[in-house]
């Protein structure tokens, strides 16, 4: 299994719908998780950090199953704004790296 | 606003160039990291510092040279490049392992 594992999309959904995505990780003594945005042509921002089971905040909702190994981003009410790539990122499998490990990202469009 | 600043936001340069591309950070963060990221590509780590040491190259061909001076401070000096290598180079600080902060890139092209 890689370190982290992204569904690429895209995810088209119109707009007020939920959106789910999940995000798969190797290193099963991995503390602290985060999801961050990123917009076309522009740097990642975090959006949420993840570090017991779950973290809510307004419409973006994260939680995290240890059991599976997985941790899912939920957003409600989807927005035209919330258009861009979401990157899932865990600590490093190597526990002699000190990085963050990136997901490739999940691209969601949200349409009118 | 991030905290992390890059110079320039914007780089061309030919082949048989020497550029170098700044980072800083205000946010009293201990780790600084150079990314790439080319057009729609995910993120590749190319360099770690913590604490000024360089702890991480992750196979960076000798044309990208970084230096950190200290640790609000972090440059990658460019040489002889390729045209595969424009793309947009990001900046990031954090607390050792912790959430990084992104700098908003330079995005560089060259010739």
């Known amino acids: 299994r890689k370190e982290v594992e992204q569904d690429p999309g895209p995810f088209n959904v119109p707009e007020g719908a939920t959106v789910a995505f999940n995000c798969t990780y190797s290193?099963?003594?991995?503390?602290?998780f985060f999801w961050y945005r990123q917009d076309c042509r522009k740097e990642p921002k975090l959006l949420m950090s993840?570090?017991?089971s779950g973290n809510e905040d307004g419409r973006f909702t994260a939680q995290l199953n240890r059991a599976s190994q997985y941790i899912s981003l939920l957003i409600r009410d989807s927005k035209l704004s919330d258009s861009a790539t979401y990157l899932c990122?865990?600590?490093?499998?190597?526990?002699?790296?000190?990085?963050?490990?990136f997901g490739s990202g999940t691209r969601l469009q949200v349409q009118p | 606003e991030t905290g992390v600043t890059q110079t320039p936001r914007h780089l061309v340069m030919g082949m048989t160039n020497k550029k170098s591309l700044k980072c800083e950070q205000h946010?009293?963060?201990?780790?600084m990291y150079w990314y790439k990221q080319s057009a729609k590509k995910p993120l590749e780590l190319m360099f770690v510092?913590?604490?000024?040491?360089?702890?991480e190259n992750n196979s960076v061909p000798s044309r990208f040279s970084p230096e950190c001076p200290n640790s609000s401070h972090l440059f990658l000096h460019l040489h002889t490049l390729q045209p595969e290598d424009s793309a947009l180079y990001l900046c990031?600080?954090?607390?050792?392992?912790?959430?990084?902060?992104f700098g908003p890139g330079t995005r560089l092209t060259v010739l």
């Open positions: 990031a600080s954090s607390q050792v392992a912790g959430e990084q902060f």
């Open positions: 290193n099963s003594a991995s503390q602290s």
């Open positions: 993840v570090y017991s």
């Open positions: 990122v865990v600590p490093p499998l190597d526990t002699g790296r000190r990085a963050l490990t």
């Open positions: 946010l009293g963060h201990n780790a």
């Open positions: 510092y913590n604490f000024k040491e360089q702890t």
